[in-house]
C-alpha cells in the first residue's frame, strides 16, 4: 500500500502537528521571546501596554490557571493596600480574597466567593463594588481564546451616585401634580441616558479584552514562524540549537544524560532528479512523520536543511539511542512511499549517534561528533547507523 502525495498522515502520540496551541514540546512562550525572534512584534507590545496604562479603568490579564500575565497601573490605586502582590504570577482569587480581608472593598466575603465560582459560567456576571474610599466599581470577566481571562475594573461612582440621586428625587416627585411629573419625567430620562453611558462603556471594555485576544494569536503565529520549518512542521536549526544547549547544561554539578541523532536521508538529490521536486517536497515530509513516530512526547525533531535533519534525546544513554535509531533506518527502508503517479519511490537513511560527554566544552562538539559518525555511514554505503564516543572513533553498529 503506497502513501499518495496530497494525502495526509496521520500524526502519532510523539509527532507534535501545528495547531492552535501547540508548542511542539518546547517551552511556553511570550510576547518577548517572539518579538526577540520575529522583530515584528516589540511596537504592538510598546503600544498596547502604554494604551493599558492610560486607561483609568484597572485591567488584569490572567492566564488559564487564573495566575497575573500582566495589569496595568490603575489596579494599584483601586487597591492600595495589595500594592506590593499586584504584580505578575499573583494568583487572581488570593487577590481578590485579600482585598476584601484588607478592607479595599467593602463587600461580603461570601458574595466574593459565589463570584469566583460563577466565573466559569458561558457568560459570567459582572458585580458593583463599594472601595475603601466609598468609590463605586463594576467588576467584569471575559475569556480570551487560551483559557485565560481579561478582568476589568471599570469606575461607576459618578453613575452610581446619580442613579441613586434620580431615583430618590423620581420617588419624591411623583405625584405632585402634572408639572412634577414632567419634570420627573425629565429626570427619568436622564437616568436612562447615565445607563447608557454606562453601557458603551462596557462595549470599550469589551473590545479591548478582544484585541488582547487577538494579539496573543499573533505571538503565537510568529513564534511558530520563528521557530519551525514551514515544509515539515518539524523545529528549525536555531530552535534546536537552543534546546541543545539548554538541556546540556548540568543541574547540580552533575553531568546531563542525552543523546543526539545526525539522520541524513540517501540519495536525496536522485529523487528530485528522477521524481521531480514535489515527490521531494512530499518525502521529507513522509519521512518526519515517521522518524517522529518513533520519538517520544519530550524529544525534539528538527530539520536543520535540505535532507539533514536531527534529533535530540534527554535522559537518554547512548544504548538506548542505538535503538531508536535502528527502528527509525528500519522504518524508512520498509516504508511505502509514492508519487503522485503511483510509481514506489525508495527511501534510506543514514544516521549518526552520540552523547553529551563530561568533559564536552560546548553543546556543539555534540553535533560534531554526531556529524563525524554520519559521514562514516556515508563511507560505508548508506543506510547504516554509527556511533561515536569521545575515546573512540566513529564505529558501525549492526542493526
Given at each position: 500500500?503506497?502513501?499518495?502525495?496530497?494525502?495526509?498522515?496521520?500524526p502519532?502520540?510523539?509527532?507534535?502537528?501545528?495547531?492552535?496551541?501547540?508548542?511542539?514540546?518546547?517551552?511556553?512562550?511570550?510576547?518577548?521571546?517572539?518579538?526577540?525572534?520575529?522583530?515584528?512584534?516589540?511596537?504592538?507590545?510598546?503600544?498596547?501596554?502604554?494604551?493599558?496604562?492610560?486607561?483609568?479603568?484597572?485591567?488584569?490579564?490572567?492566564?488559564?490557571?487564573?495566575?497575573?500575565?500582566?495589569?496595568?497601573?490603575a489596579?494599584?490605586?483601586?487597591?492600595?493596600?495589595?500594592?506590593?502582590?499586584?504584580?505578575?504570577?499573583?494568583?487572581v482569587?488570593?487577590?481578590?480574597?485579600?482585598?476584601?480581608?484588607?478592607?479595599?472593598?467593602?463587600?461580603?466575603?461570601?458574595?466574593?466567593?459565589?463570584?469566583?465560582?460563577?466565573?466559569?459560567?458561558?457568560?459570567?456576571p459582572?458585580?458593583?463594588?463599594?472601595?475603601?474610599?466609598?468609590?463605586?466599581?463594576?467588576?467584569?470577566?471575559?475569556?480570551?481564546?487560551?483559557?485565560?481571562?481579561?478582568?476589568?475594573?471599570?469606575?461607576?461612582?459618578?453613575?452610581?451616585?446619580?442613579?441613586?440621586?434620580?431615583t430618590?428625587?423620581?420617588?419624591?416627585?411623583?405625584?405632585?401634580?402634572?408639572?412634577?411629573?414632567?419634570?420627573?419625567?425629565h429626570?427619568?430620562?436622564?437616568?436612562?441616558?447615565?445607563?447608557?453611558?454606562?453601557?458603551?462603556?462596557?462595549?470599550?471594555?469589551?473590545?479591548?479584552?478582544?484585541?488582547?485576544?487577538e494579539?496573543?494569536?499573533?505571538?503565537?503565529?510568529?513564534?511558530?514562524?520563528?521557530?519551525?520549518d514551514?515544509?515539515?512542521?518539524a523545529?528549525?536549526?536555531?530552535?534546536?540549537?537552543?534546546?541543545?544547549?539548554?538541556?546540556?547544561?548540568?543541574?547540580a554539578?552533575?553531568?546531563?544524560?542525552?543523546?543526539?541523532?545526525?539522520?541524513?536521508?540517501?540519495?536525496?538529490?536522485?529523487?528530485?532528479?528522477?521524481?521531480?521536486?514535489?515527490?521531494?517536497?512530499?518525502?521529507?515530509?513522509?519521512?518526519?512523520?515517521?522518524?517522529?513516530?518513533?520519538l517520544?512526547?519530550?524529544?525534539?525533531?528538527a530539520?536543520?536543511?535540505?535532507?539533514?535533519f536531527?534529533?535530540?534525546?534527554?535522559?537518554t544513554?547512548?544504548?538506548?539511542?542505538?535503538?531508536?535509531?535502528?527502528?527509525?533506518?528500519?522504518?524508512t527502508?520498509?516504508?511505502?512511499?509514492?508519487?503522485?503517479?503511483?510509481t514506489?519511490?525508495?527511501?534510506?537513511?543514514?544516521?549518526?549517534?552520540?552523547?553529551?560527554?563530561?568533559?564536552?566544552?560546548?553543546?556543539?562538539?555534540?553535533?560534531?561528533?554526531?556529524?563525524?559518525?554520519?559521514?562514516?555511514?556515508?563511507?560505508?554505503?548508506?543506510?547504516?547507523?554509527?556511533?561515536?564516543t569521545?575515546?573512540?572513533?566513529?564505529?558501525?553498529?549492526?542493526?
Amino acid at each position: 500500500m503506497c502513501y499518495e502525495i496530497g494525502r495526509p498522515h496521520q500524526p502519532t502520540r510523539a509527532m507534535r502537528v501545528p495547531r492552535r496551541g501547540a508548542s511542539f514540546a518546547m517551552r511556553s512562550f511570550g510576547l518577548h521571546e517572539a518579538a526577540h525572534a520575529g522583530g515584528l512584534v516589540l511596537p504592538t507590545e510598546h503600544r498596547l501596554t502604554h494604551a493599558l496604562d492610560r486607561l483609568p479603568s484597572a485591567v488584569i490579564i490572567a492566564d488559564a490557571v487564573d495566575k497575573v500575565e500582566h495589569l496595568n497601573t490603575a489596579c494599584r490605586s483601586f487597591l492600595p493596600t495589595l500594592r506590593d502582590e499586584l504584580r505578575p504570577g499573583a494568583f487572581v482569587p488570593h487577590l481578590f480574597r485579600e482585598a476584601v480581608r484588607r478592607g479595599d472593598v467593602r463587600v461580603e466575603p461570601a458574595l466574593i466567593e459565589r463570584w469566583l465560582e460563577d466565573r466559569a459560567a458561558l457568560e459570567p456576571p459582572s458585580l458593583n463594588l463599594r472601595l475603601r474610599d466609598d468609590r463605586w466599581v463594576k467588576l467584569e470577566v471575559r475569556s480570551s481564546f487560551d483559557q485565560g481571562a481579561v478582568l476589568t475594573l471599570v469606575d461607576v461612582t459618578e453613575f452610581k451616585r446619580r442613579e441613586v440621586w434620580l431615583t430618590e428625587l423620581h420617588d419624591r416627585l411623583a405625584g405632585e401634580g402634572e408639572d412634577l411629573k414632567l419634570f420627573a419625567r425629565h429626570l427619568a430620562t436622564a437616568k436612562a441616558e447615565a445607563t447608557e453611558a454606562l453601557r458603551r462603556a462596557e462595549q470599550a471594555n469589551a473590545a479591548l479584552a478582544h484585541e488582547i485576544a487577538e494579539r496573543k494569536a499573533l505571538e503565537e503565529r510568529l513564534w511558530l514562524l520563528a521557530n519551525t520549518d514551514f515544509l515539515t512542521g518539524a523545529i528549525n536549526r536555531r530552535r534546536f540549537i537552543e534546546l541543545l544547549e539548554g538541556d546540556a547544561r548540568c543541574p547540580a554539578g552533575k553531568p546531563a544524560t542525552l543523546a543526539v541523532l545526525m539522520l541524513d536521508l540517501d540519495y536525496f538529490k536522485t529523487i528530485n532528479d528522477r521524481f521531480g521536486h514535489t515527490t521531494g517536497d512530499e518525502a521529507l515530509k513522509h519521512f518526519t512523520a515517521l522518524a517522529m513516530g518513533e520519538l517520544r512526547e519530550r524529544d525534539h525533531f528538527a530539520r536543520l536543511g535540505g535532507e539533514e535533519f536531527a534529533a535530540l534525546l534527554p535522559a537518554t544513554p547512548i544504548e538506548a539511542a542505538l535503538g531508536v535509531a535502528e527502528r527509525i533506518r528500519a522504518a524508512t527502508e520498509a516504508t511505502d512511499f509514492c508519487d503522485e503517479n503511483g510509481t514506489p519511490v525508495p527511501m534510506s537513511v543514514s544516521i549518526g549517534v552520540t552523547e553529551l560527554a563530561p568533559d564536552d566544552d560546548r553543546p556543539l562538539a555534540v553535533l560534531n561528533r554526531a556529524d563525524k559518525a554520519l559521514y562514516l555511514t556515508k563511507e560505508s554505503g548508506r543506510n547504516r547507523v554509527a556511533k561515536a564516543t569521545t575515546d573512540r572513533p566513529p564505529e558501525l553498529v549492526d542493526g
